[in-house]
DNA sequence: CGTTCGTTTGAGCCCCCTCAACTGATGTGG
DNA sequence: CCACATCAGTTGAGGGGGCTCAAACGAACG
């Protein structure tokens, strides 16, 4: 994550970048010769299987860091959610960045920490949860990430999206929405938007019991 | 990922710490004071919830950094897989690591940015791989980790470590292993030893067609 | 009004889980 | 040396949760 502040000094290093909504900017298996600070709009991550088998890995915003943790070649692909504005770095210039932002490393390793920690929690979901188990999950993970922590939370993606992210089929997700709110846990007030009626019941339900 | 050098050196900022074979040295929910650095023996770490479901994450052995990568509390629990010996580290005391070892920064963050590429593949595997993909990539896995790249593997854990590793029972990682002996992908010499018999078709199974 | 695309709903099936019994290796005590 | 217990692994039978395939629905848009 990067200052605000910094961002426009980061300029003169990189290339500005803009990126239509929906372009794949990062292909998987691609070499890795540069990486990315999201500047504005945000990003999923994600990886395919050769029959279209997708699962999304995370996402990123303005202040992440993207193609940092590949080898040779890029680890997965990468699609702009909306309108996306980017610094792009040669991988040698990684270098130049560290001499002008002496505690650059700090903030990486945070942010590498942070998604550490979030990815583990995934694995758990993705490993051993049940279709009701992850779409609670899922949505007190929305409820905490909104600022106002509303009740009423609007989904940021479609059902397509929500399913490559938990590991489902869209019909699951549906269904399952559905289920739950046939139980009063939620209500599906629009298509995108949801309001939580029973909060601790969905935390026990997302922790498993 | 520390040098074997500079372990030593390590010593006078650290508590020594010995832990005995199969004991919990990092309780998930607990609070994150410490952080450690592995100097010899494996590690498995893991996500449990309240029924018993469990999930390992990922496996941790000499040189390599734990805990850091938490919260207030640890996010997930770790434990000896056998004779295991630690430096523990106060929170605070990274600030003295770092004056001490100034590449610190950049090696934790090298070892972060490894864990992440290895936690997006899991999420792969974990949530849209089939159980005969997940053994493939596993196998496979082992076989890439071994020095001399032998097609014999010893696994390094059980059936019931296997199966909390991919996200399986022990009973499905049992058929399904001997499936894919009967179809001369592998042979199981022994309990815990297996020849991989056919490299290709192992290789295109694990990335799923 | 018709088309398109995302979502919902239904029916059927399959992969994996659950529960249970069996096997085999290891160890222990008489 | 053998009887017995224990525990990891295997094998079998059955059930269920989520997937597949298909059709209906509904909102957005020309």
Redesign the pocket.
């Known amino acids: 994550m990067i200052d605000p502040d910094d961002m426009s000094r980061l300029a003169q290093y990189s290339h500005r970048l803009a990126v239509m909504a929906g372009k794949t900017f990062i292909q998987e298996g691609e070499p890795a010769n540069d990486f990315f600070i999201v500047t504005s709009g945000h990003v999923k991550i994600f990886a395919l299987m050769p029959d279209g088998r997708r699962q999304i890995t995370g996402f990123a915003q303005s202040g992440d860091f993207l193609g940092l943790a590949s080898g040779a070649t890029y680890g997965f692909s990468a699609e702009a959610l909306g309108p996306l504005a980017l610094c792009r770095f040669s991988r040698t210039g990684l270098n130049i960045l560290k001499r002008e932002f002496p505690d650059i490393e700090h903030r990486l390793m945070e942010e590498a920490s942070r998604e550490l920690v979030q990815a583990q929690k995934r694995m758990l979901l993705l490993g051993r949860?049940?279709?009701?188990?992850?779409l609670a999950s899922f949505l007190l993970e929305q409820h905490h990430r909104s600022p106002t922590r509303e009740i009423v939370i609007n989904l940021p993606m479609?059902?397509?999206?929500i399913?490559d992210y938990l590991?489902?089929?869209?019909?699951?997700?549906?269904?399952?929405?559905?289920a739950l709110q046939r139980e009063k846990l939620i209500a599906?007030t629009q298509?995108?938007q949801i309001t939580l009626l029973n909060l601790p019941a969905l935390e026990t339900l997302a922790r498993g019991g």
């Open positions: 949860k049940t279709a009701r188990e992850r479609s059902r397509t999206g399913a590991g489902l089929t869209i019909e699951t997700v549906s269904r399952t929405l559905n599906i298509v995108t």
